[in-house]
């Protein structure tokens, strides 16, 4: 185990490096810079805040000065939001979206997995049509759509939930569900597929020639198989979701790290996106290697200690 560790820790360290070196190479190959779209600043002004925030070195000298500063743990100053640095934007933003991400992720995961495996129980029944059918709309409509339905549904024409901010625990409901939307849709349909393709196996046909009765056979076989590629989709989900969405958050006001994201890049706030950037590829990785670390436990036959294979 420790060695499989050192080995991915190895490779995150490279994967980190190639996320910083590509995107702060491709942030200054684009024309303009934090401060170009100031209204009417003097070049005299301009120059002096440059030379502030030293983006009038070398291309190179930027670049490395900033890698030494991320080994320390620091990110920079943003340059859009004078007195704040980038940790601090983080750790500010990032409790808020991951509060909604986390709910919508439990969301996701229980509604999602509990329709797709009783869709799977009653295959081509009624019940596993009606779930088709909101899998589809799930996946198919976007999320502001659904953002905008909640909100006219439970905020104006029945009133029991607030429709916008961030002030406490019936505030996250609205965007919760609106983020949850299309992960629940692809799950309930990862956990059906998965399920009846177990129960399409010789050691479910064996399982029932000896008797084991339907619910077991469906939890305590047919399921855990079925939840290897809900686990794998669920590691870049968890990402996304606790790092912010910016639609939602936009549309319901939230002070998350998704709306600081998009907003940063608007403003070319170099250090703003670098920081968030790397932030959220290191909880991608993390992520994954949890997921990795899951595989076993649902499927004996994995082995992490061979790069996932089975025994």
Known sequence: ????????????????????????????????????????????????????????DPLWKQY??????????????SFKYPGRTVNNIIAETAPVSAVLGGISLIVSLIVGIVSGLAAASRKNSLLDYVCLIFATLGVS??????????????????????????????????????LAAAPTAFIMRL?????LDALEQDYIRTA????????????????????????????????????????VETLFAIPGLGRYF???????????????????SIFVIFVNLLADLIYPLLDPRISVTKGGEKK
């Open 1 to 56: 185990m420790v060695p499989y560790l050192l080995k991915r820790l190895g490779g995150a360290l490279i994967v980190l490096w190639a996320v910083i070196t590509l995107t702060f190479f491709l942030m200054h190959a684009v024309p303009g810079g934090p401060f170009t779209a100031e209204k009417k600043l003097p070049p005299s002004v301009l120059t002096a805040v440059e030379a502030r925030y030293k983006l009038n």
């Open 64 to 77: 490395t000065d900033y890698l030494g500063h991320v080994v320390q743990g620091d990110f920079g100053p």
């Open 141 to 178: 409509v976007p999320g502001f759509i659904i953002a905008a339905l909640l909100v006219e549904v439970f905020a104006f024409w029945w009133p029991v939930l607030p429709a916008a901010l961030w002030k406490g625990p019936t505030y996250a409901v609205l965007p919760a569900l609106a």
């Open 191 to 195: 956990t059906r597929a998965g399920v």
């Open 208 to 247: 029932r020639a000896a008797g084991v009765g339907k619910w077991r056979i469906l939890y305590h076989h047919a399921l855990r198989n079925a939840l290897l590629p809900v686990v794998s989709y669920t590691g870049p989900l968890a990402a996304s979701l606790l790092t912010g969405s910016f639609v």
């Open 262 to 280: 998009v907003t940063s890049i608007y403003n070319r706030d170099y250090t703003v996106i670098l920081g968030i950037t790397l932030f959220y």
